[in-house]
């Protein structure tokens, strides 16, 4: 199937820094890519939808402002957490659509980077 | 998108069959059934996606009724490394839509 990275795959920083995380596909371009959130024993929580050239869309609930995403070519994505805080240390990872043959799309997931703030 | 309901958990022992079924009463007729298996820290991985019918890889099969309001997943002869959080995702397959994931089915295979 097709590859997705993510970079870093572990961050620490202090409460108030501003931290990158990005997502890449590595043999496949992807106008679209998706960043989620899961919390430990939780399910992931789809956070933004991110597309190639455009702003992203965000779901009900996730500051635009505070979740930076910027999707500037069809196989990198970019999640920039600022003026992170404690609550927000999470496991984000981000996904790419790939189109199979015929009408199927799917869908194709990171490593995910785990994120803590102190 | 349409809902799905998944057991919360399932216990099996090692070289078992595992069926873990999905019931997606409200899907719609372009809606594709996915799952995904999750290991601790690690992003999901695509295992088997499926329409109607039958399907079958080299890692599990799908069995869908006619009907296509549940699914169930097949895991062969499983192993310890089976132990993993299982997503069933029903949605449609002709653009770039969003998925939502349920809360999975957290399967643990016992030596």
């Known amino acids: 199937g097709a590859v997705v990275s993510q970079h870093p795959s572990w961050v620490i920083c202090k409460s108030g820094t501003s931290v990158k995380i990005e997502c890449r596909s590595l043999?496949?371009?992807?106008?679209?890519m998706f960043w989620y959130r899961q919390f430990p024993k939780q399910s992931l929580m789809l956070m933004a939808t991110?597309?190639?050239?455009?702003?992203?869309?965000?779901e009900q609930g996730v500051e635009k402002d505070k979740f930076l995403i910027n999707h500037a070519s069809l196989t990198l994505s970019t999640l920039t957490v600022t003026s992170a805080h404690p609550e927000d240390s999470s496991f984000y990872i981000c996904?790419?659509?790939?189109?199979?043959?015929?009408?199927?799309?799917?869908?194709?997931f990171g490593p995910g980077t785990r994120l803590l703030v102190l | 998108l349409a809902k799905t309901t998944q057991p919360i958990s399932m216990d099996s022992y090692e070289g078992q069959e595992v069926n873990i079924t999905c019931s997606h009463n409200n899907i719609a007729t372009n809606d594709y059934i996915t799952w995904y298996q999750q290991f601790p820290s690690q992003g999901p991985r695509f295992i088997i996606q499926?329409?109607?019918t039958k399907v079958t890889n080299e890692v599990a099969s799908l069995f869908i009724p006619a009907d296509r309001k549940s699914s169930t997943l097949s895991l062969p002869r499983v192993s310890l490394s089976d132990t993993a959080v299982y997503y069933c995702l029903v949605g449609p397959n002709f653009g770039n839509e969003k998925l939502t994931f349920g809360t999975g089915t957290r399967l643990t295979i016992i030596p």
């Open positions: 991110s597309n190639e050239g455009s702003k992203a869309t965000y």
């Open positions: 996904s790419a659509t790939v189109k199979e043959a015929g009408p199927k799309k799917t869908q194709y």
């Open positions: 499926g329409y109607k």
């Open positions: 043999d496949f371009q992807a106008t679209t």
